[in-house]
Nanobody, 118 residues
Framework: QVQLVESGGGLVQPGGSLRLSCAAS????????QGWYRQTPGKAREFVAS???????NYADSVKGRFTISRDNAKNTVYLQMNSLKPDDTAVYYC????????????WGQGTQVTVSS
């Protein structure tokens, strides 16, 4: 089993920045891909960004050039740096971890709220 704990959400004005963190524990040796998803009420959870154990990164078109995913292996932590935030970025953000490079994640964090509003 893998446990994921997110932190760093909050309220920010349009154009501002936030950094989300996701600390992993447990059987982390089994993880191949870590990432972030987000969800708003009444909508399906959507992919935001991912990073593989080899360091390859992937982003949703809606966040390319504004969000950056990174990883600190020594701390077993993945980060999502979010810049130039827009009201449409408002959502609950979920950290994820996958044993395989395809398919839905195997593990999820509890979610952290990000609100972009003036």
């Amino acid at each position: 089993q893998v446990q994921l704990v997110e932190s760093g959400g909050g309220l920010v004005q349009p154009g501002g920045s936030l950094r989300l963190s996701c600390a992993a524990s447990g059987s982390i040796f089994s993880i191949n891909v870590q990432g972030w998803y987000r969800q708003t009420p009444g909508k399906a959870r959507e992919f935001v960004a991912s990073i593989t154990s080899g360091g390859s990164r992937n982003y949703a078109d809606s966040v390319k050039g504004r969000f950056t995913i990174s990883r600190d292996n020594a701390k077993n932590t993945v980060y999502l740096q979010m810049n130039s935030l827009k009201p449409d970025d408002t959502a609950v953000y979920y950290c994820s971890a996958s044993r395989y490079s395809v398919g839905l994640p195997d593990y999820w964090g509890q979610g952290t709220q990000v609100t972009v509003s003036s």
